[in-house]
């Protein structure tokens, strides 16, 4: 998961899993890595953060996340 710089200041100091990997990158931006078991709890994390959060893999995850999204889009069509 890539988290924009804004979102990096908060992000950075959580723990999500105890073997999570973190990376504040030179723009500010925060690569924040982690193993998964259930990717339902994750997908609700992410789409928490909108669009200050990037998934950068597996491409399995990117593909659900956005699946959600355009699911959830139709919900709000006008």
């Not at 990158?25 to 982690?34: A, F, I």
Request: hydrophobic content about 35%; glycine content about 6%.
């Amino acid at each position: 998961l890539k988290f924009s710089a804004e979102r990096a200041r908060w992000v950075q100091n959580e723990e999500w899993h105890p073997e999570q990997k973190g990376t504040l990158n030179s723009d500010q931006s925060y690569t924040l890595e982690l193993p998964y078991s259930d990717e339902r709890e994750l997908i609700a994390d992410i789409l928490g953060f909108g669009p200050e959060v990037v998934v950068m893999g597996p491409a399995t995850l990117k593909d659900k996340v956005f699946e959600t999204v355009k699911s959830m889009m139709n919900v709000y069509k006008k």
